[in-house]
């Protein structure tokens, strides 16, 4: 009898050891997703930046900003708002903000970007300001998807890829329904030190999920974890104007 209680105890350890782990929900500055957490990794909320942890490397998902059209609109409603309530201050600072962004590549968005900075920083009579807002607003809406590939290289500059590294290998993925692109680089002469990325345009910000520094036999399994087992909660929507 006791050998009996003991070996079902022991199969109730083995079921609760191999037991699937559950998605945790997140949100990731504009994103709200979920995704599953390597057994034994650590998580860290910093807002737009989310980070996992263990003692043998680490994993960071950002919100790197927008991209797109959607992504762009969203904030200059928010800059809209805060002039009409009187802050002109905060909304030039985000608007400023879109400055380096691929808005700026449009020569008549850029002009009719410039022209709400300037509106809103000189103060501009109410309707001089609103329809500068409005012009912008009618642009956002003629600005064509931007090519994720592209995207992915420029960020991957301002990420980590220095002088010392190359790119491995490039493919493209489809990430909860969505196009990625997965790029993968190593140090240029040694090929070793290897580092995963993936990008995703979502809500019109681009999201980039990556290795920074460990061990690649412990970062490739628990990046596939976290990459297979991503959601976005909430579907894509526009901001009413």
């Given amino acids: 009898m006791r050998a009996a209680v003991f070996a079902i105890a022991a199969a109730g350890l083995v079921l609760a050891c191999s037991a699937p782990q559950e998605p945790v929900a997140a949100?990731?500055?504009?994103?709200?997703?979920?995704?599953?957490?390597?057994?034994?990794w650590q998580h860290y909320d910093h807002g737009r930046e989310h980070r996992l942890e263990t003692g043998e490397g680490d994993l960071v998902l950002t919100d790197l900003g927008p991209v797109a059209a959607d992504g762009y609109r969203t904030v200059v409603l928010e800059a809209r708002d805060l002039t009409r309530r009187g802050q002109p201050e905060e909304a030039a600072e985000l608007l400023n903000g879109l400055t380096g962004g691929r808005v700026v590549e449009n020569d008549v968005l850029r002009v009719e970007l410039e022209n709400c900075l300037d509106a809103v920083?000189?103060?501009?009579?109410?309707?001089?300001?609103?329809?500068?807002?409005?012009?912008?607003?009618?642009?956002?809406?003629?600005?064509?998807?931007?090519?994720?590939?592209?995207?992915?290289?420029?960020?991957?500059?301002d990420l980590d890829h220095g002088p010392r590294r190359a790119i491995e290998r490039r493919e493209r993925l489809i990430l909860d329904g969505r196009e990625a692109h997965r790029i993968l680089t190593w140090q240029r002469l040694t090929h070793n030190g290897r580092l995963r990325h993936v990008f995703v345009v979502n809500r019109g910000n681009l999201l980039v999920i990556r290795t920074t520094m460990g061990r690649d036999e412990v970062l490739g399994p628990a990046f596939d974890t976290v990459v297979r087992s991503l959601v976005f909660v909430e579907p894509e929507t526009q901001s009413a104007r």
């Avoid at 949100?27 to 057994?39: N, T």
């Avoid at 001089?128 to 500059?157: C, I, Q």
């Fill in 121 to 157: 920083w000189r103060g501009r009579p109410t309707a001089a300001t609103e329809a500068a807002f409005a012009s912008l607003l009618d642009g956002l809406d003629r600005l064509p998807e931007p090519d994720l590939e592209v995207l992915a290289l420029l960020a991957l500059e």
């Fill in 27 to 40: 949100d990731l500055g504009v994103h709200r997703v979920s995704f599953i957490i390597p057994e034994g």
